[in-house]
């Protein structure tokens, strides 16, 4: 694999690591990044939400969810989601924290808002490099089975953007072919480093 991506969704861990779970398992360079203040879990209910500090292991979050309520995040998927992030990375990490990471080809994120924040922070950077980056929203609804879906749309959209030696080139059309055949439309725009 030539290009290095990146999965950004907001603050819950669920989209951008399924994408990034599912291009690791295929040999992508690949990295997932939050957005949010904190990572936000869903709780007992939704003004009682569990909320860590980005860097937080998520061997720590599994286990103490599993300490509060095993039954209640086991049916709500949060304890399944844990374990598959902890086969990917050992914590979360926060977008606007971790810009030194390096540079990247393809950035994908997963809900408009999160799409404009990445867009801001990266028209906002010097653009010393001159490197364009593409950025591309694939809208996906926060749930575990939009999420699997996402994360199969994201791969096939990586796929193709791989096999193009200029993705700078074909990307009206990658992008046109990709939304006839899944019926999704996406939003993009390029940026600099």
């Given at each position: 694999m030539t290009k290095r991506y990146a999965m950004v969704c907001s603050s819950n861990?669920?989209?951008?690591?399924?994408?990034?779970?599912?291009?690791?398992?295929?040999?992508?360079?690949?990295?997932?990044?939050?957005?949010?203040?904190?990572?936000?879990?869903?709780?007992?209910s939704i003004r009682e939400p569990n909320v860590y500090e980005f860097g937080t292991p998520y061997k720590h979050m599994?286990?103490?969810?599993?300490r509060k309520d095993p039954e209640l995040y086991k049916r709500n998927g949060i304890l399944p989601m844990l374990k598959r992030n902890l086969g990917v990375k050992t914590a979360p990490q926060r977008w606007q924290d971790n810009a030194?990471?390096?540079?990247?080809?393809?950035?994908?994120?997963?809900?408009?808002?999160?799409?404009?924040?990445?867009?801001?922070?990266?028209?906002?950077?010097?653009?010393?490099?001159?490197?364009?980056?593409?950025?591309?929203?694939?809208?996906?609804?926060?749930?575990?089975?939009?999420?699997?879906?996402?994360g199969r749309l994201t791969l096939v959209l990586c796929q193709e953007l791989e096999a193009t030696e200029n993705w700078v080139d074909k990307i009206d059309e990658i992008i046109f072919n990709f939304e006839r055949q899944h019926r999704r439309k996406l939003v993009y725009s390029i940026s600099f480093y």
């Open positions: 861990q669920n989209r951008s690591m399924e994408a990034h779970f599912v291009l690791k398992r295929e040999g992508f360079d690949v990295a997932s990044y939050g957005t949010g203040a904190h990572v936000k879990l869903p709780g007992p599994f286990d103490e969810l599993r030194a990471d390096g540079v990247f080809d393809v950035v994908i994120t997963f809900e408009e808002k999160v799409f404009d924040m990445v867009m801001e922070d990266l028209n906002s950077r010097d653009h010393i490099l001159m490197k364009p980056v593409l950025v591309i929203n694939l809208e996906v609804k926060d749930n575990h089975e939009e999420a699997a879906t996402g």
